[in-house]
């Protein structure tokens, strides 16, 4: 067990729609970091959050959308989604934001039909 | 794009038998890490190198860091079947608190009882 927690864990919806995916930190850790995971795109890098600010945008697309709150748990907001939007959604944390030795949750699977 | 890219792409061995994987990156980095996926799990930390170092151990794990050639590799010495994952190179772009990991394409290791 990593510490990170991610829900919910799968994800079956529409396309046009909106989901929220939530992670919560390790107890400690001030960064959170995105990634979407598919067969043809590999991981990608999305977002970085360090202590409730934006630190670094990856390949993010313009319709999702993510914050990190006070108490440090942090929301990815997918929306107008596409059938290419299903892939796996890891959260990962870390204490600082170097980008060093990170924890990842075990994903959440979305499914867009 | 992918910073590293892993080769071989698949890797099939006996258990017992030693397993490389290897990493190519394109620019300068402050460190290079190793991350084990267990099929649809999250990714797991192994090793970090930095820049300075050559080459580093941790249990079974062996890794080695050429930054001449813009290169490591990650050798798993008695290989068993509890090792079969996807193995991934991450290098660190940005700066200070606001870096972000970037994964390569992975390695598939099958090791065989």
């Known amino acids: 067990d990593s510490g990170v927690t991610q829900t919910p864990k799968h994800l079956i919806t529409a396309t046009g729609q909106r989901v929220t995916l939530r992670c919560s930190p390790r107890?400690?850790?001030?960064?959170v970091y995105w990634y979407q995971q598919s067969l043809d795109q590999g991981l990608q890098f999305l977002i970085h959050y360090y202590n409730g600010e934006e630190r670094a945008k990856g390949n993010i697309l313009e319709r999702f959308s993510a914050q990190q709150f006070p108490d440090l748990h942090s929301e990815l907001n997918l929306s107008s989604l596409e059938l290419g939007d299903s892939a796996l959604y890891f959260c990962a944390s870390s204490q600082q934001g170097t980008g060093e030795k990170l924890f990842f949750g075990s994903g959440t699977q979305l499914s867009v039909l | 794009s992918q910073q590293g890219e892993e080769d071989p792409q698949a890797l099939s061995i006996q258990e017992g038998e030693n397993a490389t994987m290897n990493c190519s990156y394109k620019t300068s980095i402050n460190n290079l890490q190793w991350y084990r996926q267990n099929s649809g799990r999250g990714l797991v930390h192994l090793i970090l190198i930095r820049s300075n170092e050559r080459e580093k151990h941790s249990g079974r794990l062996r890794v080695t860091l050429d930054t001449s050639k813009k290169s490591s590799s990650l050798l798993i010495t008695a290989s068993r079947a509890a090792d079969t994952a996807s193995y991934f190179c991450?290098?660190?772009?940005?700066?200070?608190?606001?870096?972000?990991?970037?994964f390569g394409s992975g390695t598939q290791l099958t090791v065989l009882p």
């Open positions: 107890s400690g850790d001030l960064s």
């Open positions: 991450a290098t660190a772009g940005g700066s200070g608190s606001a870096r972000q990991l970037t």
